[in-house]
């Protein structure tokens, strides 16, 4: 009954939800990205668990805690190997075991062509439209596919006897799917895909199009953020495979196999009401003296170096608001927390020495005396390090060039209980089509983008706090705990349909 009530969703609901819905079954996640790390500092030798920096992390790991079950995923950081059993388990949290972490151990080679490789220099730009060439090495295709049995393998390992529900995320594991139907075909498996679906004419180009759209199809269920993803797979499946899609019940027919494509966009968590969210205001005063922002209009940017979040664009935006509008000199600063990422590949490794030199070069053309209009902080940040900077920030930049949703939109909305905030949002992203009330742009119209940011600044008071509460409550109801609850849902009715 209280799950028919069209109430809020919380962790409670939710896992009353799996209670009634998937009873003694344990859910199964995988993903390549690892919710919690071990890392060896290499000069103090102290060993510290981090949850590492991914949309993924931050969106499944508070469905874990209020659901249990097992997360399989990469065992990637330098003292993940001291802190697991026999078994290459553990539990967590670490200070509040709610679910089991499963590691999966890769090599250096595994790791460059499954990883590096084959998702990251093939998959990610393919499905991402910015105009970065996608590469595809046969050698990465051919470790990607024995990476995925090798999860395949450890995932089998831990499935009950009957009917395991099995949720897995994203572009690094087209062909799972299929490994584990082979072998466990009363498995009900649902695909998450957390990035953009291009056309058919843009996945034409990839040599390997129908072993991976064979692969999906082995799952019951493939999930994207936004309708369009999904028309594009369902255009895509059509015109490069042969199978019968089924337009009325968005759905595809392959060798007598039925698979479901949906739309669930994702969230965050969304204590919108939690005082516990605040920060202490003793770290907002440090950061704010360390800083010098004491008087100054203060906007963020919260990202991953990579190509597809338009830092460069971002930056050329600023640049140009103050060519434009010199009055703001002195009083406006834009912050921009970067967290490097896959600096292995070449693209990336490029693109980290490009953002330092623009900056370098734009704050010296507009700097005056000790203050500087960007302040660059490039390291890894822990969701309790960012959200005070959410808390400071009278704006908030979210300028991403392709994105399946960003959740960093959704996280700042989520932090401004004092409704004090204005979110200046790319139309390129997933999480445009549902915060309307966020001032839209195009980040690659330079002079667009600039004219937003005064925009922002210069937005009455009560018209702010208007659109803020607009969108608070837009995340307020669509949180994670409906997102998990929607994908469930669809699961166990494939399951009775079956």
Known sequence: MRIQKDELWTEAKLKDLIRAKLGENALFVVSNREPYMHIINQVTGETKCVRPASGVVTAIDPVMRAC?????????????KKFVNSKNKLGVPPDDNRYILKRVWL?????????????????????????TRPIFRETDWQMYKKVNQKFAESILEELPSKNPFIFIQDYHFTPLGRMIK????????????????????VFSICPYQKEILDGMLGCDLI???????????????????????????????????????????????????????????????????????????????????????????????????????????????????????????????????EIDELIEKKNWKHSDGNWQPIIYLKKHFSPEEIAPYYELADICIVSSLHDGMNLVAKEYIAAKTDLN????????????RELLEAIKINPYSIEEFADSIKLAIEMPQGEKSKRMEKMRNIIKENNIYRWAANIIIELTGLKKAV
Request: with cysteine; hydrophobic share 35%; aromatic share 12%.
């Open 68 to 80: 249990g079950g097992t997360w399989v995923a990469h065992g990637s950081a330098n003292a993940d």
């Open 107 to 131: 090599s250096k080679e595994e790791e460059e062509g499954y990883y590096y490789g084959f998702s990251n220099e093939g998959l990610w730009p393919l499905c991402h439209t910015t105009h």
């Open 182 to 201: 082979e072998k466990r075909p009363d498995a009900t498996i649902a695909l998450f895909w957390h990035i953009p679906w291009p056309n058919p004419e």
């Open 223 to 353: 999930g994207f953020h936004v309708q369009n993803h999904c028309n594009n797979f369902l255009d895509t499946v059509n015109r490069l495979l042969e199978s019968r899609v089924d337009t009325e019940k968005f759905s595809v027919n392959r060798r007598g196999k039925e698979t479901f494509v949906r739309s669930f966009p994702i969230s965050v968590d969304g204590k919108i009401t939690d005082e516990s969210f605040s920060s202490k205001q003793e770290d907002l005063d440090l950061i704010r003296k360390e800083l010098e922002l004491e008087g100054k209009i203060v906007a963020v940017g919260v990202d991953r170096i990579d190509y597809t979040k338009g830092i460069i664009e971002r930056i050329l935006a600023i640049d140009r608001f103050f060519e434009k509008y010199p009055q703001y000199k002195n009083k406006f600063v834009f912050i921009q927390l970067a967290a490097p990422s896959r600096t292995h590949i070449k693209r990336y490794h490029d693109l980290m020495g």
């Open 421 to 432: 905030g204005v979110l200046v949002l790319s139309e390129f992203t997933g999480a445009a």
